[in-house]
């Protein structure tokens, strides 16, 4: 099965977005139109997330594949590539396994290395998602009452009930597939399956209020990506593009109208 991807441009350089874990190619709209001004830019839904499909595998070589996938399936034999955290690395492994589809890659907050269960609280946001009984849950105000017992951070609660939605029934439900990020959680948070290395140029682009990226890390992604360097972006967080959106443009479009 192909994923779910919204094409926002047909004119420049193919440029695909790629949302991070419990994410959506909403989440990069406002970027996404922007950049349509200069690239042919397409949002996509990994599996498992937004509007595509639901599987019960989940690892980076497959959702690699998937992207490679849409691609061929689009006729892109080559493009520009956005991804944050999770969809991060994907993109990475896509470069690793396949360098010549890519040939500009953002990575942004988040390294080729394994985090700790802690990173992100993102156990904390399963046990709330799996807390909410949609046979009670009337409005969304209901379920961000109920999710805030587990998620103290309001931005994070509303970045997760961008998954909620009605079924035939009028019930609310989970969009993405829930169970199975949770039964793959240790692989997403683990190593990329390493192939190669990638040499074309690669920009990683950190919050600085965030720890994703970290000076230790540096070793592991210069052996990957020798030509890789990385752009701070000062007052933010691990979703820099949220918090200041302004600053990543400049930042993202400086490097993809760089001369190679």
Known sequence: MLLNYRQYSKKGTPLLILHGL????????????QLAEHFAVYGVDLRNHGDSFHDGELNYQLMA??????????????????????????????ALNHPDLIEKL????????????????????????????????????????????????????????????RNENGRYQWRLNLPAIEDHYDELRGNLSI??????????????????????YEKEILRLFPAARVKIIMQAGHWLHAEKPQAFQKVAMNFLQEAV
């Not at 419990?22 to 996404?32: A, E, P, R």
Request: aromatic letters at 8%; glycine letters at 8%; charged letters at 20%.
């Open 22 to 33: 419990f994410g959506s190619l909403s989440n990069w709209g406002w970027h996404s139109k």
């Open 65 to 94: 594949n998937d992207v490679r996938q849409l691609m061929g399936s689009l006729k892109i034999e080559s493009c520009y590539m956005i991804g944050h955290s999770m969809g991060g690395k994907v993109a990475m492994q896509l």
């Open 106 to 165: 953002i990575v942004v907050d988040i390294a080729p290395v394994a985090y700790s269960v802690e990173s992100g609280g993102h156990v904390n946001v399963m046990a709330g998602m799996n807390s909410l009984n949609f046979e009670l849950i009337r409005n969304r105000a209901d379920a961000e009452e109920k999710l805030g017992k587990f998620i103290q951070d309001e931005s994070t609660r509303k970045f997760i009930l961008t998954n909620l939605k």
């Open 195 to 216: 192939d190669s290395t990638f040499s074309k140029p690669v920009l990683f682009v950190k919050g600085a209020l965030s720890d994703y990226i970290q000076a230790q």
